[in-house]
């Protein structure tokens, strides 16, 4: 079981940075896929971005490429510090959405899921806003 909790959300102006935190806990967090996916009011889930297990791969939504960057540390293999970030600049107000962070348990260290439905574990959700 892996537990995940997001952290960094808030109301920021267009143009502005935020960087969203995903702190893992439970078994082991390292052989996970993890994805970053957002949801605005009236629309479906969307994916934002992934990063594989062994961080070699990214993939990011048309949307976010050249603003958002994925990054992971997995400097405990005991996952107590396994945390995924996502570093947003540039924002929009199109961005305005709750960010989801989620983990897909992974053999292969260079998938990057973007189906939601191959995630197994998903967080609580952070509200991100932005302004114009």
């Known amino acids: 079981q892996v537990q995940l909790v997001e952290s960094g959300g808030g109301l920021v102006q267009a143009g502005g940075s935020l960087r969203l935190s995903c702190a893992a806990s439970g078994r082991t967090f390292s052989r996970y896929a993890e994805g970053w996916f957002r949801q605005a009011p009236g629309k479906e889930r969307e994916i934002v971005a992934a990063i594989s297990w062994s961080g070699t791969r990214t993939y990011y939504a048309d949307s976010v490429k050249g603003r958002f960057t994925i990054s992971r540390d997995n400097a405990s293999r005991d996952n107590a510090k396994n945390t995924v970030y996502l570093q947003m600049n540039s924002l929009k107000p199109e961005d305005t959405a709750v960010y989801f962070c989620?983990?897909?348990?992974?053999?292969?260290?260079?998938?990057?899921?973007?189906?939601?439905?191959?995630?197994?574990?998903w967080g609580q959700g952070t509200q991100v806003t932005v302004s114009s």
């Open positions: 989620a983990a897909a348990a992974s053999a292969d260290p260079w998938g990057v899921p973007v189906d939601g439905g191959k995630y197994d574990y």
